[in-house]
């Protein structure tokens, strides 16, 4: 009688541990999900603007600077600048697929982390590397880009 008064005890014991443990994670899990969600709405505001920004108003700096600043400009070094134009065009591109991908990413990861948590099972998420992958794609495009102008610049200017 008292084995199995014993066994009733330790059995309602590790019965309630089992569900302390499953309130524990899923303390952690809702924490998680709510990080992404938060991160999700401030990704917006990070790399990819500044990224978007800058892009944009080189755009409006180079018009100005062969306006106004530059008199003469040599003929063979036009293509840098349709080059340096084009490659942040092509960060401007990638910048806004960023946000789309970015924006996918979130709401994947919340059902990796959903799967996880609820069916134990573990997924990826493409779309994490896909931004990756965009955002240092843009960067090196813009890079390049104004690289290219500043050689521009120093070509043209020096004459």
Do not use: C, H, P
């Not at 920004?53 to 755009?59: C, E, K, L, R, Y």
């Amino acid at each position: 009688m008292l084995s199995g008064l014993w066994f009733i005890i330790v059995e309602t014991y590790m019965e309630k541990k089992k569900q302390s443990n499953y309130e524990k994670d899923y303390d952690i899990y809702f924490k998680e999900r709510e990080s992404l969600v938060k991160l999700a709405a401030e990704q917006s505001a990070s790399y990819d603007k500044y990224l978007l920004s800058i892009s944009a108003g080189t755009f409006g700096l180079t018009v100005t600077f062969l306006k106004d600043i530059l008199s003469s400009i040599q003929k063979d070094t036009v293509f840098l600048v349709i080059i340096a134009w084009s490659l942040i065009s092509f960060t401007i591109l990638l910048t806004l697929s960023s946000f789309i991908f970015g924006k996918l990413s979130f709401y994947k990861q919340i059902e990796v982390l959903e799967d996880e948590y609820f069916k134990e099972q573990k997924s990826n998420n493409i779309f994490t590397i896909i931004t990756s992958i965009i955002n240092i794609i843009s960067g090196v495009s813009f890079v390049i880009g104004i690289t290219l102008l500043f050689i521009f610049v120093a070509l043209n200017i020096s004459k």
